[in-house]
């Protein structure tokens, strides 16, 4: 067998393709249990690994001073001697970080630097899941089956969570960095009404999404809608998430918090769709998507600021009605 003693993963996109990486990770340990894994990603998604008892050490990419910090960090790669370095990310500023490592390179076809890797894969954007996309790029270090996404919260994460699992509840994340991927806020008011008064309702977000989950909860008796925006971190939002009945999430972050912890999800999917190979992977998993034949939808890979055609059809002709069904399945 190979030897692999230590290794750095790339991945500075958004927090669900961190998430989803996640996958190496587990398959790596699974190889070789000894090897080291340290594990590059953009400054702010840090406190999803935080704890991560299979990773050593996170490095975090400052991009407000993108080049200064640019060059600190890959002085500290080439300083640590990687046997491998794997990039997930398809741009030039990962790209070069990878050949100047002096590691062994891994990466996709589509980095402008994939030229001088020293293992080019193809970049399939359709028919496969990201995690299986992910794999290509370890497949010869170990096999061609993905390994799931796994998060790890800490004990502390867990008992600061348990006053809100005494009692059955669902999990509402509304938000979504792209509008075109995020149900309507009035749905999700639909939808909260909808829910029997024996199931809590908790609204996860960043302290961004505060406002957003605020204007839905005003609308409920305290007691029962409880907007939780801004008040957990991701971990501790993720083990809440593995005791709810249900967790409702846009194709957006939440959905993937929910796949690495097992934890039963319905996606509801606007503008973007499920063969892009961003869906959920939980073991219990539902898919809601307006069965209307638009000619506009997808309108892209990762949505927009606003529906290019001005009406939002694919948002809006999804019933609140269809979404709650699941939870009669």
Same mark, same amino acid.
């Given at each position: 067998?190979?030897?692999?003693?230590?290794?750095? #993963?790339?991945?500075?996109?958004?927090?669900?393709?961190?998430?989803?990486?996640? &996958?190496l990770?587990?398959?790596?340990?699974?190889?070789?249990?000894?090897?080291?894994?340290?594990?590059?990603?953009?400054?702010?998604? !840090?406190?999803?690994?935080?704890g991560?008892?299979?990773?050593?050490?996170?490095?975090?990419?400052?991009?407000?001073?993108?080049?200064?910090?640019?060059?600190?960090?890959?002085?500290?790669?080439?300083?640590?001697?990687?046997?491998?370095?794997?990039?997930?990310?398809?741009?030039?500023?990962?790209?070069l970080?990878?050949?100047?490592s002096?590691?062994?390179?891994?990466?996709?076809?589509?980095?402008?630097?994939?030229?001088?890797?020293?293992?080019?894969?193809?970049?399939?954007?359709? $028919?496969?899941?990201?995690?299986?996309?992910?794999?290509?790029?370890?497949? $010869?270090?170990?096999? &061609?089956?993905?390994?799931?996404?796994?998060?790890?919260?800490?004990?502390?994460?867990?008992?600061?969570?348990?006053?809100?699992?005494?009692?059955?509840?669902?999990?509402?994340?509304?938000?979504?960095?792209?509008?075109t991927?995020?149900?309507?806020?009035?749905?999700?008011? !639909?939808?909260?009404?909808?829910?029997?008064?024996?199931?809590? @309702?908790?609204?996860?977000?960043?302290?961004?999404?505060?406002?957003?989950?605020?204007?839905?909860?005003?609308?409920?008796?305290?007691?029962?809608?409880?907007?939780?925006?801004?008040?957990?971190?991701?971990l501790?939002?993720?083990?809440?998430?593995?005791?709810?009945?249900?967790?409702?999430?846009?194709?957006?972050?939440p959905?993937?918090?929910?796949?690495?912890?097992?934890? =039963? @999800?319905?996606?509801?999917?606007?503008?973007?769709?499920?063969?892009?190979?961003? $869906?959920p992977?939980?073991?219990?998993?539902?898919?809601? !998507?307006?069965? !209307?034949?638009?000619?506009?939808?997808?309108? &892209?890979?990762?949505?927009?600021?606003?529906? =290019?055609?001005?009406?939002?059809?694919?948002?809006?002709?999804?019933?609140?009605?269809?979404?709650?069904?699941?939870?009669? #399945?």
């Amino acid at each position: 067998m190979t030897s692999v003693r230590s290794v750095l #993963i790339i991945q500075t996109a958004f927090l669900g393709d961190v998430i989803l990486a996640t &996958g190496l990770v587990e398959k790596l340990k699974e190889y070789y249990p000894e090897v080291t894994i340290d594990f590059l990603l953009r400054k702010g998604n !840090e406190g999803v690994l935080a704890g991560h008892p299979k990773i050593r050490e996170v490095i975090i990419f400052d991009k407000k001073r993108k080049y200064r910090n640019l060059w600190l960090i890959i002085r500290k790669i080439r300083a640590a001697r990687y046997d491998y370095v794997i990039n997930v990310q398809r741009f030039a500023t990962t790209g070069l970080i990878t050949v100047l490592s002096g590691a062994t390179t891994i990466g996709f076809d589509k980095n402008p630097f994939s030229f001088i890797f020293s293992v080019r894969v193809r970049h399939l954007v359709t $028919g496969l899941h990201e995690t299986e996309r992910n794999q290509r790029l370890i497949e $010869g270090l170990t096999d &061609g089956k993905a390994a799931p996404p796994r998060l790890y919260p800490s004990s502390e994460d867990i008992d600061s969570v348990r006053s809100y699992v005494s009692e059955p509840f669902v999990t509402m994340a509304p938000a979504s960095i792209w509008f075109t991927k995020q149900w309507p806020a009035e749905k999700w008011k !639909e939808l909260c009404q909808k829910i029997s008064d024996r199931l809590k @309702v908790y609204l996860l977000g960043a302290p961004s999404d505060i406002e957003l989950c605020q204007g839905i909860a005003n609308k409920f008796d305290p007691d029962r809608v409880v907007n939780l925006a801004g008040k957990l971190s991701l971990l501790q939002s993720a083990a809440l998430m593995k005791h709810a009945t249900m967790n409702f999430v846009n194709d957006s972050a939440p959905m993937h918090l929910a796949s690495a912890m097992n934890a =039963p @999800v319905t996606a509801i999917y606007c503008s973007t769709v499920p063969s892009f190979g961003f $869906g959920p992977l939980s073991s219990v998993k539902n898919i809601v !998507e307006t069965t !209307e034949q638009l000619d506009c939808r997808p309108c &892209g890979l990762h949505g927009h600021k606003a529906c =290019p055609q001005g009406h939002f059809k694919c948002a809006w002709m999804i019933s609140a009605q269809e979404v709650k069904n699941v939870l009669d #399945i």
